[in-house]
């Protein structure tokens, strides 16, 4: 029985994949990640995911930094790390460890995407990785009266170069390194190189991995999802944010701001957080957008599908009263919807009864958000409808959630109070408790 329960939730799990297969295949996504990523014991695991998504045709840019590797080599070799702000103070000597260290890190990506071992994710993949002269580097110049040397900031991307590889079918894989037109070499923060790549593709999403699993209030809660202005807020109030969140906060922000589809942050220190937070609808860690993922509006036709899919299961459980996709189409208009992420996940309708009456009826939420509020956002919506409309009382026929509406204001009546054309219809069969609120 567990086995046949195990192949059940195997298929159901392999087939809720398939819209974001269908939805991923040709985007482009940009993965950006730190030394201490591919230095962790979960790079082997990374470079699997990385195949997978190259596999289900997901082009793709990665971008590593090295500051670890960096630091090592700077203190075998008795050199002083130094810092101003941001930026490590690169001179001469700094900089040939960071070419070392870079160019090791590299040559390991490049080892990592290269298995194929038959017992592995990788087996029977070719995974072709190129990289090139596509950045081109500035430097930093002289802040605050200290002269950063070899420190430098983007000045260009080729995106048309990039955009070529892509569209071969290669992943494209960028380093924390750029070179000027003069042919100087300089040390890029690699959050930065993320930044300035994604923007010029204008890519679907810019996924960053981090040292914590996300962005978190000040209480430690992870916040799963932030608007841009939410995200530039916590920037200037965050300081319990990590190490990591504290550089790579801001480049998202302005990443989204500039046209980058998403912005994810997540954890590198757990095996799978790049899978679950692109192939599950809740995700893992937090994502940015310039607007906000949830959308509370008028139904319209093509929410159809969406609506049916809603309100079916509790239908079929005998909470909410069979509506035909005919119906729906008829009376879509007079239904609201909250839609997160492009999935409607909650619903409601009203129904008025002459002048001054009218009916909250198939108020349904998703089961896997009804912690979120939405059935509340709802009935507040409705409320709002109806009284523009002339409406001063509310009613609602329930079976189930009679204790949610008292909660807010409803009171519990009798069948007698009901409008007349809907004593007509009442169902005596399901004894569905009446409840009625003064607006």
């Not at 260290?101 to 298995?115: K, R, T």
């Not at 799963?224 to 995200?231: K, N, P, Q, S």
């Amino acid at each position: 029985m567990s086995d046949d329960l195990s192949s059940a939730h195997f298929v159901a799990w392999f087939r809720s994949v398939a819209p974001y297969v269908n939805l991923f295949r040709g985007k482009t996504f940009l993965i950006a990640f730190g030394g201490k990523a591919i230095a962790g014991q979960l790079a082997r695991t990374l470079a699997y995911d990385v195949n997978l998504l190259a596999a289900l045709g997901v082009r793709l840019v990665l971008v590593h930094g090295a500051r670890p590797q960096i630091e090592e080599l700077l203190r075998e070799r008795g050199i002083q790390s130094v810092y101003h702000g941001n930026y490590r103070v690169t001179d001469a000597k700094a900089l040939d460890c960071v070419i070392d260290a870079v160019g090791s890190i590299y040559v390991e990506i490049e080892a990592l995407l290269s298995q194929g071992l038959a017992d592995t994710p990788m087996a029977n993949s070719t995974i072709r990785v190129v990289g090139g002269n596509f950045i081109t580097a500035k430097p930093v110049g002289v802040v605050d009266g200290v002269d950063l040397q070899y420190s430098g900031q983007v000045r260009k991307i080729d995106g048309e170069g990039i955009r070529a590889q892509l569209g071969l079918g290669n992943i494209v894989l960028l380093s924390c390194i750029g070179s000027s037109p003069t042919g100087e070499i300089f040390n890029l923060a690699m959050e930065e190189v993320a930044e300035a790549v994604a923007t010029s593709l204008l890519a679907d999403k810019l996924i960053f991995l981090t040292d914590s699993q996300g962005a978190t209030d000040i209480d430690g809660a992870l916040l799963d999802e932030l608007t841009v202005e939410a995200a530039e807020r916590l920037i200037s109030l965050g300081d319990w944010l990590s190490t990591d969140l504290k550089r790579y906060l801001p480049c998202a922000a302005r990443a989204s701001r500039a046209g980058v589809g998403r912005v994810h942050l997540l954890g590198y220190d757990e095996d799978g957080t790049l899978l679950r937070e692109l192939f599950t609808r809740d995700g893992v860690g937090t994502v940015i957008t310039r607007e906000s993922l949830e959308q509370l509006r008028d139904a319209r036709p093509d929410d159809i599908g969406g609506l049916v899919a809603l309100i079916e299961p509790l239908e079929e459980d005998g909470t909410l009263v069979r509506r035909s996709r005919e119906l729906l189409e008829r009376e879509i208009t007079r239904f609201s919807v909250v839609e997160h992420d492009g999935l409607i996940v909650a619903c409601a309708a009203l129904y008025p009864y002459g002048e001054e009456q009218a009916e909250l009826a198939c108020l349904a939420v998703h089961s896997h958000y009804r912690r979120w509020g939405y059935g509340a956002l709802l009935m507040k919506r409705i409320e709002a409808r109806a009284r523009a409309s002339g409406v001063r009382r509310l009613f609602v026929l329930t079976t189930v959630t009679a204790h949610w509406f008292k909660e807010r204001g409803f009171s519990k009546r009798h069948v007698d109070d009901l409008p007349a054309e809907k004593r007509l219809v009442y169902n005596l069969q399901r004894r569905s408790s009446v409840l009625m609120k003064e607006l």
